[in-house]
């Protein structure tokens, strides 16, 4: 009995002992583990400083750099894989601290948002704080415009810890592969801004707006989704609001209802084209219309 009591007292010594001995490991493996975050970071920033491509003030990426052609070819064949449909898109890839791994819930947020010809993604930073639950995507056919965006994305996220989360990219043929992307009825909002007018009349079936895009787009909006168009050419602004003036799934917004909209003030003043036309002191042409049920659906 003695020897018992004898081997319990000297276990109780011996616990605080292994408990303080694995609180040093613990400590030693979290200094480690500081330590090489902030190699990296280091490592990052010095990449960063010899890269002539990033501003070093900021961390984010030079415009110049990333310049290409205003636009391209939508009804050429570029290579860039495509998703087989909407539940094949990896939200891990576009919204890492949002979804850790790829496997989404139904019940899962979707991106709601679609900014088809995103250029340098000005539009997209904007909508980002002004909508911070919502997911958005840009969808540009451009290489390195599209590149630039992410970087833009990336950096932004760095700077600003906890924002810009909902916000990517994707490099795609939006006149092509928007039902890979999107559910029926999934997105609210779909912006157009500043698209390639095709002035040829023989080049008019290359425009983003039109009669038979346009019965794509009303069915990956929803019921009450709305899309904003806008450009500086007069004759594809009124090109724009006759196809979907004439389209059986769409109504204008009222007057009202565009001056309490926070994002029609943004058509003009977010992108790097609307600032150039508001520099040279020009026009530019809305048409913001809001997706209905046609009135052979009405009561059904």
């Known amino acids: 009995m003695w020897s018992d009591v004898k081997l319990e007292k000297n276990k109780a010594k011996q616990t605080p002992l292994k408990h303080s001995a694995a609180l040093h490991e613990e400590a030693k493996d979290f200094c480690f ?40 070819n939508p009804l050429s064949d570029s290579h860039f894989p495509v998703p087989l449909s909407p539940s094949h898109v990896d939200y891990s890839l576009h919204y890492p601290q949002l979804f850790p791994s790829s496997y989404r819930s139904d019940g899962s947020k979707k991106i709601e948002f679609a900014d088809i010809g ?42 600003n810890p906890g ?16 039902p890979n992307y999107f ?10 801004l500043f698209p390639d007018p095709h002035f040829k009349e023989k080049n008019h079936r290359r425009r983003v707006i039109s009669p038979h895009l346009l019965d794509e787009y009303a069915y990956v909006l929803k019921v009450g989704g709305i899309i904003y168009t806008i450009t500086d050419v007069e004759e594809l602004g ?10 059986p799934m769409f109504e204008s917004l009222s007057e009202t209802e565009l001056d309490a909209d926070p994002v029609v003030k943004l058509l003009s003043t977010a992108t790097e084209e609307g600032q150039k ?18 009135a052979s659906q009405e009561n059904s």
Request: net charge positive.
């Open 33 to 72: 583990l500081a330590s090489l975050i902030l190699s990296l970071q280091r490592e990052i920033m010095l990449q960063n400083k010899a890269n002539p491509t990033i501003n070093k003030s900021t961390g984010l990426p030079r415009k110049r750099f990333y310049r290409a052609r205003a636009h391209s």
């Open 118 to 159: 995103c250029g340098f993604g000005g539009l997209l930073i904007s909508l980002s704080t002004l909508f911070p639950e919502t997911l958005m995507i840009g969808m540009e056919l451009r290489d390195k415009v599209t590149e630039y965006v992410k970087e833009r994305i990336l950096g932004l996220r760095v700077a």
């Open 183 to 192: 559910e029926k009825g999934q997105l609210s909002k779909m912006f157009f």
């Open 238 to 247: 009124e090109w724009m609001k006759s196809c979907l003036q004439n389209h």
């Open 277 to 294: 036309v508001a520099r040279n002191g020009g026009q530019t042409f809305q048409a913001v219309y809001r997706r209905i049920k046609p």
């Open 163 to 178: 924002q810009y989360q909902n916000v990517s990219v994707v490099r795609t043929n939006s006149m092509k592969y928007i």
